[in-house]
């Protein structure tokens, strides 16, 4: 039981961890690197103490195939350097069976915040730019940026819900 109760509070531990890295990418478009460090640190303990046996194998080929691909983002300059450390840690804890879902959860919720923010930017840029409609432009133009930590986050609750429903404690 003991077991169980250590496994709980890791995947808690790393659900905060990956609140307030929305927390800080909303208030300062930063995720400081400490926040994906103790969520990656965190991952082997939930493995040892787990009720149910983690591929964690696969679990880490899966995040080293996210973090390459985020470089490319990054790269690219369509993802933060935050993002694609913290994106890469929680796809540790997703591995390949949760990866496709939390991809989806991010994706749809990166595609919500999008559109508040460029709506929020619109409206402040309309009066100067002479309507919404150009206000929204103004908006993409100026390449606002999103606080794509937050999408993460949101898509990260289905890989947490996961692990705690792995051990009964919903029923």
């Known amino acids: 039981m003991w077991i169980t109760s250590?496994?709980?509070?890791?995947?808690l531990a790393a659900l905060l961890c990956t609140l307030y890295a929305a927390y800080t990418?909303?208030?300062k478009y930063t995720i400081p690197n400490?926040?994906?460090l103790i969520i990656i640190a965190l991952y082997p303990v939930a493995v040892l103490t787990s009720s149910v046996e983690i591929d964690w194998l696969f679990?880490?080929?899966t995040a080293g195939i996210t973090f390459v691909v985020g470089f490319l983002l990054f790269a690219g300059g369509y993802f933060g350097g935050g993002d694609v450390k913290l994106i890469t840690g929680l796809s540790l804890w997703a591995g390949p069976a949760l990866i496709a879902s939390f991809l989806v959860s991010v994706v749809l919720a990166g595609g919500v915040l999008v559109i508040i923010i460029l709506a929020r930017e619109a409206a402040k840029q309309s009066e100067e730019a002479g309507g919404l409609i150009r206000g929204a432009k103004a908006a993409i133009r100026a390449r606002t940026p999103v606080p794509y930590g937050v999408a993460i986050a949101f898509g990260s609750i289905t890989v947490f819900f996961h692990h705690v429903n792995s051990t009964g404690f919903f029923g």
Not at 6 to 11: A, D, G, M
């Open 34 to 36: 400490y926040i994906s």
């Open 25 to 27: 990418d909303l208030r």
């Open 59 to 61: 679990a880490l080929l």
């Open 6 to 11: 250590i496994f709980l509070v890791t995947v």
